[in-house]
């Protein structure tokens, strides 16, 4: 346990806050800057001495409830709370299931691209938000659906190329969750019904495969624009374990002219001006898409393009 260096730490981000920031009144006049110790203790529901010993460095190693408390108390940011119960020398408690909320950054970047499709898929492969030109360009979104169940069990739906890697990269993924979130009903009920349902699923499962998103080509085919070559590149969010996955085509290209005509809401025919009305679809549910699997060169045309992650 690095008690020193604890007790610097949360000495400074308990004087960097103040009242206001926890919904406190300011009180009377403060001698020293941020929130006092006794305050920062009640938040945490635990005894001012016990705090104080923290901010010391002295007393008994903390147990895991009470720095997550403390943690509460000081609005710690996930790499802030993970900070600290590295220098306490304590394992993190396993977190009850994968982030369902997409962080209103994440959100404002998704609308700040108007040319380029862009999903959000959560650690179990559940779509969580969308931009407008993903909708326009993939389709069924608004159904949010979890690309690992469409890819083994409704492979109908799945127009894209390089769906075998998909197939390896997400249950690579899935079962890095499984280790994340072993007490998630949702995700357990995910995975048994890929066992039940996929001997390719349970195949992949077995091989224990070890993947990563990156950047691929793929080739969409849409109901109206044809075959678009496009670009699928990820970032992840690592504090959420999600995924967002951007679609780009080659500038000047025509897969490119298909996207902003996709992007205006207009008809490949249509020399119209009309602009698509800027909308971001938020799920309040566990939901997440990654791009990975985007349309297939030479299949017939279907009632909507598909993408996975």
């Known amino acids: 346990m690095a008690r020193q260096e604890l007790a610097s730490f949360l000495r400074d981000r308990r004087e960097a806050l103040r009242p206001a920031d926890v919904g406190l009144p300011d009180g009377s006049r403060r001698r020293t800057p941020g929130l006092r110790r006794e305050e920062v203790a009640g938040l945490a529901n635990i005894s001012a001495e016990y705090y104080a010993r923290l901010e010391q460095a002295r007393g008994p190693r903390p147990s895991a409830p009470v720095l997550d408390g403390v943690a509460g108390a000081l609005r710690l940011t996930q790499a802030e709370r993970a900070h600290v119960f590295r220098l306490a020398g304590v394992a993190r408690p396993a977190p009850s299931g994968p982030p369902r909320q997409v962080r209103p950054y994440v959100a404002s970047m998704l609308e700040r691209l108007p040319d380029t499709a862009a999903?959000?898929?959560?650690?179990?492969?559940?779509?969580?938000?969308?931009?407008?030109?993903?909708?326009?360009?993939?389709?069924?979104?608004?159904?949010?659906?979890?690309?690992?169940?469409?890819?083994?069990?409704?492979?109908?739906?799945?127009?894209?190329?390089?769906?075998?890697?998909?197939?390896?990269?997400?249950?690579?993924?899935?079962?890095?969750?499984?280790?994340?979130?072993?007490?998630?009903?949702?995700?357990?009920a995910l995975l048994a019904e890929l066992r039940a349902g996929s001997e390719e699923f349970t195949g992949i499962w077995d091989l224990h495969p070890v993947r990563a998103p990156g950047h691929r080509v793929k080739t969409i085919v849409h109901p109206e624009e044809g075959p678009l070559r496009v670009h699928c590149d990820v970032l992840i969010v690592?504090?959420?374990?999600?995924?967002?996955?951007?679609?780009?085509?080659?500038?000047?290209?025509?897969?490119?002219?298909?996207?902003?005509?996709?992007?205006?809401?207009?008809?490949?025919?249509?020399?119209?001006?009309?602009?698509?009305?800027?909308?971001?679809?938020?799920?309040?549910?566990?939901?997440?898409?990654?791009?990975?699997?985007?349309?297939?060169?030479?299949?017939?045309?279907?009632?909507?393009?598909?993408?996975e992650p």
């Open 119 to 188: 999903v959000v898929t959560a650690a179990t492969y559940d779509v969580i938000a969308w931009n407008p030109l993903a909708q326009a360009l993939l389709g069924g979104l608004r159904d949010r659906p979890n690309l690992a169940r469409r890819r083994f069990l409704r492979r109908e739906e799945v127009l894209t190329t390089g769906h075998e890697d998909f197939a390896e990269i997400a249950v690579a993924r899935l079962r890095a969750a499984a280790d994340r979130y072993p007490g998630d009903a949702g995700l357990a």
């Open 238 to 307: 690592p504090e959420d374990d999600q995924q967002v996955v951007f679609i780009t085509a080659d500038p000047g290209s025509p897969s490119a002219r298909a996207l902003r005509r996709l992007a205006a809401g207009r008809r490949p025919a249509d020399p119209g001006t009309a602009t698509a009305e800027v909308s971001l679809r938020l799920s309040s549910a566990d939901r997440q898409t990654s791009g990975d699997e985007m349309g297939t060169k030479g299949l017939p045309r279907a009632r909507m393009a598909r993408c």
